[in-house]
Structures are given as C-alpha cells and as structure tokens.
Nanobody, 122 residues
Framework: VQLQASGGGLVQAGASLRLSCAASGGTFSVYAMGWFRQAPGKEREFVAS????????DYSDSVKGRFTISKDNAKNTVYLQMNSLKPEDTAVYSC????????????????WGQGTQVTVSS
C-alpha cells in the first residue's frame, strides 16, 4: 500500500486546514488509518485514528474537539480536518495504515506516507 499525504501549508493561528491521505496498491477498506505528527526536536506522536469501518475514532487530548478524522473507502482516502489551529500544532503530519488493535501505537502500523508540513504562525 502506498500512501500520499497532502494539504499542509502555512497558516495563521485560528485557521483551518484539511489534510488528505490517498492510498493505492491495496485494499483500503481493510485498514485502520492513523495520523501522526512530529515537531522539530520531538518524538513522533499520535494525533488521530479511525477504524477500518469508521465506527471507532480516537484523538489525542491535544487535538480533541478541534480535529476531525474521516475515511472515504470509495475514494481510498482518509482526511484530517484541522480547525482552530495553534502554533503548537506545527509539525510534519504523516498518515499510516495497518491492521491494528492499538491504534495509538505507531509501531503497529504497516504502511506510512511521506508526511506533509503544517506550520501555524502566531
């Protein structure tokens, strides 16, 4: 499975962005999907995940209420709608796919996209 993330950019605090992650080369609907981010000098961290059916969704505490993850199996795409962005959201955002039982555990994901940069200015 190949994953291609897009939609990042430079925005001001309070703005919104929508990230997309398009999958190819596999059966997208069997995978849970996750978004992770890595800020400069920090470890990569969990942001959000969605089960293969879309029924189970999880967010980190830092983005809960501001970010929304969704999945369109017909388009083989997962989205991350990011609202009320803060400077601390600045990071490279990567999507991942896998058959995972613990979606917050990045080691459980089999496939990773290349990442898209999100920069939020104050």
């Amino acid at each position: 499975v190949q994953l291609q993330a897009s939609g990042g950019g430079l925005v001001q605090a309070g703005a919104s962005l929508r990230l997309s992650c398009a999958a190819s080369g596999g059966t997208f609907s069997v995978y849970a999907m996750g978004w992770f981010r890595q800020a400069p000098g920090k470890e990569r961290e969990f942001v959000a995940s969605i089960s293969r059916s879309g029924k189970y969704i999880d967010y980190s505490d830092s983005v809960k209420g501001r970010f929304t993850i969704s999945k369109d199996n017909a388009k083989n795409t997962v989205y991350l709608q990011m609202n009320s962005l803060k400077p601390e959201d600045t990071a490279v955002y990567s999507c991942a796919a896998g058959v995972v039982a613990v979606p917050r555990d990045q080691s459980r994901y089999n496939y990773w996209g290349q990442g898209t940069q999100v920069t939020v200015s104050s």
